[in-house]
């Protein structure tokens, strides 16, 4: 085959393959694969079986009991996926098929020869990317080619140190080809994990393009084009292995995966010339006794590429599936060979992600299947030997060697430690050893704690520290953030190791324990070879006097010599001591122990215990000095290593584990020789004993570490979890607990409170719920907020472990805040509790309170803080924090030993004055420094005087000398204090008399300004409030307008196509939109769509089922004229200084940002003051009909009006077209003001903007445009900008409001109403300026024109002109507003009918095509008050002028009743009165008319406000003329109807409230829901980042490469739909991301998901994997935003808070 088809492997060839494997495969047995009518097999079978049986699809979805198959990836939780073996095997045996025996062999055979045909491949493929340096070496390659033919091609591997246009571009240089198939290469190499760039024979070529590609880092081999060729047939080999494991055999869904994975399971075949011939096959033979295929494609899998090695692991995963012993087969296997996987995957494999070493997630997670492997292949053993081998270097032709060295001394420079893809092998050994059989085996097996203790041995004392001490260090390694790395990984193995004996017995404790000493002891002592001898000195002891004995303690100086922050050991050793219920009294006794004292002195002398002790205190002193400031010299390394040995993830996993050893040796050793070791590495020997100067610590830095050191002492004798055995359960509470002390806060602000493993422990939600209140998010930006219940305070301590100095001060304060509050209490005091220890080993630890060193050192802590606060220094910064320490410690010792302690603080005298503690108690007592502290001492003295009352009486000063002294004390304050009072009144007095004598002077003159202000030159208007740039007082001496923005929209939804859903909803849709409309709830996932629907599964409406117009909006910020000039000159200039800034506006579209609200604008509109209240009466609309048609009568035609229309006939105004030639442009004289045409100047900035945008959009209008140049051309303003702003606004107001209040009322003013009068007043101006010769501005002209559209029966004119009925009526009333506002209440009504008219005829139109489903839309209101009771009557009357029109009606109001048509001509017809009421209460002061009953709904409140005839009363005797031009408009349409149906029906928009995509109500759903919901239309593949648009509910690829525009590549589908969709505005719900995305014009953001978890919070990326809900209110906000057309500026302001010149989407 390779030469038959020239050594090119295509598509048909693949498919030539697959045929001919299907065939060997099934025989003459097709049938029972597919039925006879399927046709020939042109693809995989699985796509085959779907479509040939449509209800197989059912068994995709879960099914109890069905094998899932799923693949999990790294990072995946562990789950059990064994947990319903026996449901599975029974679900298996209910569906199995007879096979017949020829066929099974077929199968079988056929497997078997694919099988190997892919190993005797894979046997010549390369494993790394290596290229041949010369021809020579080229043709030497080991090939499978018997003739050994000379044509060669060039593989390129894909790698992730590349983006996708780098390779492009660098395929397009090397390969010299052209862009496309450059693209069409990468697009292979991303998608398949390498591609065949070149076949050639000339190999000089080859090989030198190979090396440029080579030199930019790429990964590219050159081989035979034979071989290459028989790897593309191996994928393709492997692709249909995997396609049968998804196929089924009749109903049998088994038999093909067990068929498949029994020739998987055997050997390969002797006689493979490959076995003898390849080197490498022959030491896998050596190595493996009889090694199954699978053993093989173990070993081979790095030979792989990316989507070949993702099938065969799917392939792999599918034999899992299949039962139990299946399971373990494929465990056995990979534990067989799990070494040589390790290998490649540490030192060889180039893409690690798609390793096959991550299966072992799968195996090594089942219980069962973990330990079979543990009992039967040692893998626990092997994985230590891994470890030990590789990280001491023992490393050789790229693999691992075994038996491991354990002597050799690790380097953390070398690769090893580098390298990060140790993790997972650590991840490894950790599934395991939770594994609780597993953990049995390691607590009753000695082998396992011995080899883990040679594993944590060669990781003891790396990379130590020295301090420098004279000079800063110069260079600054990075190493000990590998380190670091692997220190997190080997702590957490560690623990887990450690907590596996707590299934042991007290032996086999006893013996890991004395195991781990004694492993200790050797390295300690220097008897290995572990520690370097260089930097480590060998163990001595010296003499330490402190009181009045003398310790032997080591000699160490932390200050001077090097330190290690990892010693795993020991960390170990605290695991193992934390099972005190079996270190307890009766357990020990059983093994003939007393205590644990005795077990540890029995194996190690005291100077060896001080000796283990000894290194992790050197860690607790070197982290103390390094807070201090002490080894500042050493830089951010050593800084690094302490937040993260002590404040970040290790500090539960080492730091507390030092602490723990340091409070076990309390228990163990002398409480006074534990005492003055830590005081001698602390260096505090002579500060606590009087000796106040210190060689070493200077200032500040001797009380810090006093501070740390009290901090260690009184964790080590008050923290009690583990001394107490506290479950997982009561430390997740108690952590918790403390974490919330601190008040109210978010769940990940909390997350950050606590250690990192509550946040994953599976006790977390129990343990929030017992001590927590939970508060939900209410509004858009907040989140759930946890708040500690009050009863669970008293078990707050301050002094938590956990808390640092000031969090432990906040929690104070938050403390005695609560009880002052409770009991009315001053100065509370917080009395800590008893440790509660009642049985273990550390039911001694209370014993350290007769410690007389404890004492000396509470009592040196007093006595020193007191001398130096009497110094002339006065109190240092760091005294407050020690005396508070020190009382905490008298405190703890009445509370656990009161007697004893009371009686050592009375009769143990220290210094040379002969005082006790409680001498020194009783002067601090009183010492105004410390006043925050008197109230603890005053307990303290308290506790101690019920324990002795005489004794401690006789120190203490009398209570009534205080008492009295502190009464004249308050008295003299109180004295005080009211003198100071009253001089500040007499002060204050003399100053208001001045001020008033001052103003009575200036009284008269202020008067007379006041009036000459009054006397205005003109009339009176409301202030505006200053000009936002000069802040100057607007007024009309200079000009001013509002800033605004022009952007085009497609908000607006119309109805193009009939659909029975559409018209459903809004037979359903509310009575009244100006009243609260609950939002439609979540639906539970994505909808099935149905195939003539068009809509998708999250769709509301298709996307060219919208409207384009332009919206324009104002801030409601004013600025000068010439301000606006000024403000505009300095964006450009900005642009000009920050070229390569993704600014928030762009200059080109001459945009700006508001200077105080920074909203985008582009903009300035003139402000006319709001419409005041006339006097004159208001004509009733009868008369004005009378008058206005006697008129009309006495007009003559004007040829001037004639060519100022569009000579469609439609009515139009030239003049009022975005595009019009014939608009006389402002041309500003420098010399004069701006504010000389101050109207013109502001028009011609809404100029600048419509008419670019009225080009560039000129395919998405209908209608034909006169010839460019022509008069008349462009968007008609009136209707595409004024008349759509309306709508717009009318929109984004459905749904909202209260009772007793209309849309006009809940519009604001400084807004909305202002926005509409100013953009009328522009459409007046700019008709003025093309009557600027006539004296009134053409007023009288235009509104004979208007008034002739609506009210001429001439027939001949009528025949010339378009029908009434085909425009728009509400662009007639905007015509009106802008030229005769007098009239606009009057024109109301005439265009209301005409819009009633419209409707009735288009629904007609469109009902007809619709069939309705009995049940829909059941109307069960009546609207006779405003249609009357048969309104048949009058949608016949009105299509009675066209036959066919008429029978259409008919036919409508049988079938869909006439209730329905009521409801919908009701609901088409309502957003009408509501624009109008908008358009007339702008510009018009309300009519004089009663206020309507709000009970009544929304429709009969505008037609009362409006003062519009209701169609139930137009047969009334007055409404004669209106009867009568509404009879001339239906018959001048039902004429033109006849000629042009496609053309002459108006538009309908819908009518309800604008909903965005249908989000599910669980974000999960989306996934679980069928495949084909998230697939991307363009692509028709399943993109990596869907991104669903909110407007439409369309997916599309977000940031891929399938889906980019052709024109500009840096523009992907989200950017490319946006045009279709939104125009210029897109909203985007990226599903995986879980955030949303805006698009605006080139530029985006990304925002807050309107998803939250059970926390109430959003999960950015789902990085924390918790199910994400709909929230309403936040998704309400997004759609407030889209309706209000509010993205542009959200976006800018988004940018606006950030320079960066990495383009918006690299924020």
Known sequence: MPGSRKYHFTRSTRLEVLQELYAAFWGPYQDLFLPQSSGPLTGLLSEAQKAAYPKADADEAPNPGKPCGRIFNKGTPKVNPNRSAAIVDQWAIRNRATVPHELRDFMSRTVAYGLDFVLDTLDFSPTETVLPQTEADLKKLPTADPLGNDLFSIIVWNDEKHSFDEGWQHLHDSLGCTSDEALDLTKRLDGEGRAVVEVSANVSRLLDVSRQIQGVDMGVTVRRAYDTFREE??????????????????????????????????????????????????????????????????????????????????????????????????????????????????????????????????????????????????????????????????????????PPDSTRRVDVDSYPFRSKRFMPVFSDLRYLCTNRTIQELIAANHDYITQFISVCQIFMGINSNKRAASSHVEYETE?????????????????????????????????????????????????????????????????????????????????????????????????????????????????????????????????????????????????????????????????????????????????????????????????????????????????????????????????????????????????????????????????????????PCSFTELCKRVAERIIDDIHLDKALSSVANYKPPTGTTDYGIYELKDEVFDEVNPFFYHYTRNRREEVETILKARITKKTGEANPIIIPKPLGIEFGPFTALPLVFHSDVLLQIVFYALANILVQADSPAGVAPSSDAVMDQAVHLIMLGLVEQPDAFTYLALNTAFGEDHLTLVDIMCIAEQHEDFRASKPKIQWCLDEMTKIKPQEVKERRPKASEDGASAVAEEEAKKKAAKARQAKIMQQFAAQQKSFLDQYEDDEEDTEMESERASTPLQEKVEPLGPCIVCQDELDHTQAFGVLGFVQPSRLIKTISEPRLELFADILSGPASL????????PADGPRHPSSDDGVGPFGVTPSDETRFGLYASVCGHLMHLECFAVYSASVEQRHLQQPTRNHPESVERTEFLCPLCKSLGNIILPVIPPPQPSKIPISTFSDWMRRTNIELLAIEPERQRAALQQPTGSGEWVFWTAEDSGYPHYVHNSQAPLSGDWAHHILETVENIVRPLSSQTVYLRERSEPPRGSRGRGMYLPGELVGYTIDAIEIAQRGLGQEGSTIADNANESTI???????????????????????????????????RRLLSDDAQGLATVAPILQRDPFTLLIETAAIAPEMLHHIAVLTYYVRLAQAAVTLVDLLADVQIIEGIGEVSQTYAPVFGENVSVFVLSVCRHYPELERKAGNVLRIWGEGRFQRLLYAHTLPFLRKTLLLTRAMLPPLAVAAPDPSLPEYSRLLHLLNIPALADIALPQQESLRTALSSWCKHFGGKYAQSRETILPYLDVPGVHQLARLPAILDSIIASSPNTLVCQRCETIPNDPAICLICGTVCCHQSHCCVDVDDRKQGECNMHTRECGGAVGMYFLVKRCMVLYLYAGSGSFLQPPYLDVHGEFDYMMRRGRRQYLHQQRFEDVRKTWLNHGIPTLVARKLDGIIDSGGWDSL
């Open 479 to 743: 190493s000990w953030i590998s380190v670091f790395n692997v220190t997190l990984s080997l702590s957490r193995v560690v623990k887990v190791y450690g907590e596996a004996f707590a299934l042991s017995t007290s032996s086999n404790l006893l013996y890991a324990i004395t195991a781990v000493l004694h492993a200790i002891l050797s390295t300690c002592t220097l008897s290995n070879e572990q520690l370097d001898k260089a930097k480590y000195s060998p163990i001595t002891f010296f003499t330490v006097e402190f009181g009045d004995a003398e310790y032997q303690i080591i000699q160490f100086d932390v200050l001077s010599q090097w330190v290690s922050f990892h010693h795993s050991l020991h960390w170990l050793l605290a695991e193992l001591f934390k099972h005190v219920h079996l270190l307890s009294d009766d357990p020990l006794a059983e093994v003939g122990m007393k205590s644990l004292r005795e077990v540890v002195l029995r194996n190690a002398s005291e100077r060896a215990v001080l000796t283990v002790v000894d290194f992790p205190l050197r860690v607790l002193t070197m982290v103390a000095q390094i807070r201090t400031g002490l080894w500042v010299r050493n830089g951010f390394a050593i800084r690094g290593q302490l937040l993260h040995y002590r404040d970040f993830m290790l500090r539960e996993l080492c730091y507390d584990q030092d602490l723990f050893i340091l409070q076990t040796a309390f228990v163990i050793l002398d409480p006074n020789l534990v005492m003055v070791t830590i005081l001698t590495r602390f260096q505090l020997v002579l500060w606590f004993s009087g000796h106040t100067p210190h060689p070493n610590y200077e200032g500040s830095q001797l009380l810090s570490m006093v501070e740390e050191f009290l901090y260690v002492i009184i964790t080590c004798v008050s923290e009690f979890a583990n001394a107490r055995h506290l479950t997982p359960l009561e430390n997740v509470r108690r952590e918790l607990l403390h974490g919330l002390a601190l008040g």
């Open 1074 to 1081: 100006d009243r609260s409309v609950a939002p439609p709830t």
């Open 233 to 402: 047939v191996s994928a393709v080999i492997i692709e249909w292995l995997m396609d049968l494991m998804q196929c089924r055999l009749l109903n049998d869904t088994i038999i093909l995966r067990e068929v498949v994975a029994a020739e998987i399971y055997s050997p390969r075949k002797k006689d493979s010339s490959s076995l003898t011939s390849n080197q490498e096959a022959t030491k896998v033979l050596a190595e493996i006794k009889d090694a199954a295929r699978l053993d093989w494609l173990f070993l081979y899998h790095a030979r792989l590429w990316k989507r070949v090695r993702l099938n065969l692991k799917r392939v792999i995963v599918s034999m899992l599936t299949i039962n139990h012993e299946h399971r373990l087969t494929v465990a056995v296997h990979f534990a067989t060979v799990y070494h040589r996987i390790i290998d490649t995957y540490l030192l060889i494999d180039r893409e690690a992600e798609t390793s096959i070493k991550y299966l072992s997630v799968q195996i090594f997670t089942v219980p069962s299947v973990a330990a079979y492997i543990v009992r039967h292949n040692n893998i626990i053993s092997r994985l230590l030997a891994i470890i030990t081998s590789f990280f001491t270097n023992g490393i050789q032709n790229k693999r691992i060697t075994f």
């Open 1313 to 1347: 109403m202002r926005l509409l009068r100013g953009l009328i007043s522009c459409m007046g101006k700019r008709a003025a300026l093309e009557f600027d010769h006539v004296k009134d501005g053409g007023k009288k002209v235009i509104r004979q024109g208007i008034l």
